[in-house]
């Protein structure tokens, strides 16, 4: 079972995108790691595709109908939803890497810390940090 690239890898400057298009992938061939099933189109997939204007299952359609790789994937969402201007992608990037940092998710964050044991590791303050160590890449 795999885990699918860091949140914090961009994809056409975009943060998030390309872990859920893996994600997608590695679901469909029976790979995705069982921890990442539950939320499947879901938290942080459903805010990605919602700011992008499109549904999940018509990506998730796509992706896997039309054999897409991440930059088409990403396309077909700008030529099927909205197409981001710097500026948004920038704000975008910016809430995204930030999430879990002193806002409505810090909660959230610092139960699940405490959950995997990192508790003490001060080194975590977002969700794509605490994500990259559940991971094993922090």
């Not at 890898?9 to 975009?14: D, F, L, M, V």
Request: aromatic content about 10%; hydrophobic content about 40%.
């Amino acid at each position: 079972m795999e885990y699918p690239i860091s949140p914090q890898e961009k994809t056409g400057g975009i943060v998030y995108f390309g872990r859920m298009v893996e994600k997608i992938r590695l679901m469909d061939a029976g790979d995705l790691h069982p921890d990442l099933h539950a939320n499947l189109g879901k938290g942080f997939d459903a805010r990605c595709v919602s700011f992008l204007g499109v549904g999940y299952e018509a990506l998730r359609d796509q992706v896997l109908a039309a054999g897409l790789d991440d930059i088409q994937a990403l396309e077909w969402c700008f030529a099927n939803g909205k197409r981001l201007s710097d500026e948004e992608i920038e704000i975008w990037n910016d809430f995204m890497c930030k999430r879990g940092w002193n806002d409505e998710v810090s909660e959230i964050l610092a139960r699940r810390k405490k959950e995997s044991g990192f508790e003490s590791r001060d080194d975590i303050q977002t969700m794509f940090q605490y994500i990259d160590a559940d991971e094993g890449r922090a």
